[in-house]
């Protein structure tokens, strides 16, 4: 697979409980088409609670959360304290615009994980309680549509194609999908 754009793992997270943070781990291991081996979001149907209540048939397309390290950057650099896990990311990824990346984009992910991404993290409210303000900054305005909606930025979501086991310093290549490139949505 010859990448389109390469980034890293900065470090990845995982929370066997509903629990908005998630704690750091040495690796954590992906298991194609159910997500991270231990995660409270871990299965092919949807697991966030306030989807389950919706619908519990819907696929979950929110198998894995990546946020990028430079959102963390930005925010500390205002003044917040936010570290890598806290905004319930399993991989925290360096060097990648990933709320830039098309919907359909795959992400190889160490040596033999490939994720496919479904689509972007729309904001939660949760965001509030680590700390005052933050939540005004998980959102940027549209470039194509300055007077449209706001774009979320905490992230993007993906479910996993093929398994294997991720650590900090892994590499990432993302190969865009073929034809017309359609930019992700919350999903």
Request: aromatic share 2%; hydrophobic share 40%; glycine share 12%.
């Given at each position: 697979?010859?990448?389109?754009?390469?980034?890293?793992?900065?470090?990845?997270?995982?929370?066997?409980?509903?629990?908005?943070?998630?704690?750091?781990?040495?690796?954590?291991?992906?298991?194609?088409?159910?997500?991270?081996?231990?995660?409270?979001?871990?299965?092919?149907?949807?697991?966030?609670?306030?989807?389950?209540?919706?619908?519990?048939?819907?696929?979950?397309?929110?198998?894995?959360?990546?946020?990028?390290?430079?959102?963390?950057d930005e925010v500390n650099s205002a003044g917040h304290?936010?570290?890598?896990?806290?905004?319930?990311?399993?991989?925290?990824?360096?060097?990648?615009?990933?709320?830039?990346?098309?919907?359909?984009?795959?992400?190889?992910?160490?040596?033999?994980?490939?994720?496919?991404?479904?689509?972007?993290?729309?904001?939660?409210?949760?965001?509030?309680?680590?700390?005052?303000?933050?939540?005004?900054?998980?959102?940027?305005?549209?470039?194509?549509?300055?007077?449209?909606?706001?774009?979320?930025?905490?992230?993007?979501?993906?479910?996993?194609?093929?398994?294997?086991?991720?650590?900090a310093d892994d590499g990432i290549k993302i190969r865009?999908?073929?034809?017309?490139?359609?930019?992700?949505?919350?999903?």
């Amino acid at each position: 697979m010859d990448p389109d754009l390469i980034g890293a793992v900065a470090a990845v997270h995982r929370s066997d409980e509903h629990t908005f943070s998630k704690a750091t781990c040495e690796s954590i291991e992906l298991v194609a088409g159910l997500g991270v081996n231990g995660d409270a979001h871990q299965g092919a149907k949807v697991k966030h609670r306030s989807r389950v209540a919706a619908n519990p048939d819907q696929p979950n397309l929110r198998q894995i959360h990546l946020v990028m390290s430079e959102l963390l950057d930005e925010v500390n650099s205002a003044g917040h304290n936010v570290v890598a896990g806290q905004l319930g990311e399993n991989i925290t990824t360096t060097g990648i615009d990933l709320i830039s990346l098309p919907v359909g984009s795959m992400l190889r992910i160490g040596d033999t994980a490939l994720v496919a991404l479904t689509g972007l993290r729309n904001p939660c409210p949760q965001i509030k309680s680590v700390g005052d303000g933050l939540m005004k900054m998980m959102f940027i305005d549209d470039q194509d549509n300055p007077e449209g909606p706001k774009i979320g930025r905490t992230g993007v979501m993906g479910v996993v194609i093929a398994g294997g086991i991720v650590a900090a310093d892994d590499g990432i290549k993302i190969r865009f999908p073929a034809g017309p490139l359609t930019r992700m949505e919350k999903v």
